[in-house]
C-alpha cells in the first residue's frame, strides 16, 4: 500500500477533499514551488570554470553573440545575478511539474503531524499499482536521502543535467534529497 496525507483548515474542506479522492477517482499533484522543506528540490550551483571553458560554454549557447555581447555578459555575471539566475532556473523548472509524495507508512507522526492538518485531516491507502493508472509520470522512485544537495556544474554540465539535479534523479539511487536528520519512508511521482 501506499499512503497519502491529507488535511485542510477546515472540515467541510476536509470532506471536500475526501469526496474529490473517494467518488470523484481524481489524485492530484503538488505544486512543488509550495514545498516547506528548504531542502527539497536543492541544488548547488558551482559557476567556477576556467576563462575558456566559461568562453566556450558561452558561445555554444549563444552562436550568433559577437566578442562584444560576451564581454557584456561577463560584466554582468556578478554574484547577485547568480543568486537570481540560481532562484529563476530552479522556480522555472518547478513550475513545470507536479509532485505526488506518497509514503509506504500510515503510521508516521511526523507525516500525521505536517500533512494531516496536526492530526486533523485523514490518510487514504491506495494500492501500489496506482502508479501505473496516472498519465503522464516523468519519473518516480523511492527517496534516498543524501547528506549533500546535488551541485550542478553551470559551465561544465549539459543543461538537461540541471533538471536532473533540480528532481535529484540519481542513475542508481532513484529519487535523492538532502537528508536533515529526520527521515521518512517518502515516494514521489
Not at 37 to 52: G, T
Not at 112 to 119: D, E, F, K, N
Not at 139 to 147: A, D, I, L, P
Amino acid at each position: 500500500m501506499l499512503y497519502k496525507f491529507y488535511g485542510s483548515p477546515s472540515a467541510p474542506e476536509t470532506l471536500r477533499l475526501l469526496k474529490y479522492i473517494c467518488e470523484d477517482g481524481t489524485i492530484r499533484a503538488s505544486d512543488p514551488r509550495t514545498f516547506n522543506d528548504p531542502f527539497e528540490f536543492k541544488v548547488v550551483f558551482d559557476f567556477d570554470a576556467s576563462e575558456d571553458v566559461i568562453r566556450d560554454r558561452y558561445f555554444a549557447d549563444n552562436p550568433d553573440a559577437t566578442d562584444a555581447d560576451y564581454v557584456a555578459w561577463k560584466v554582468g555575471f556578478t554574484p547577485q545575478f547568480e543568486r537570481a539566475y540560481r532562484h529563476d532556473a530552479r522556480t522555472r523548472i518547478l513550475s513545470s511539474f507536479g509532485v505526488l509524495c506518497l509514503t509506504s507508512s500510515d503510521e508516521n507522526q511526523l507525516l500525521w503531524s505536517h500533512y494531516a492538518t496536526a492530526h486533523q485531516g485523514f490518510c487514504i491507502g491506495f494500492d501500489d499499482s496506482i502508479i501505473q493508472h496516472i498519465p503522464g509520470i516523468y519519473q518516480s522512485g523511492t527517496v534516498q536521502y543524501q547528506r549533500a544537495a546535488p551541485v550542478f556544474r553551470y559551465y561544465l554540465d549539459p543543461p538537461d543535467i540541471f533538471e536532473k539535479a533540480v528532481f535529484s534523479i540519481s542513475p542508481t539511487a532513484g529519487n535523492t534529497k538532502q537528508s536533515t536528520g529526520s527521515q521518512q519512508t517518502d515516494r514521489e511521482y
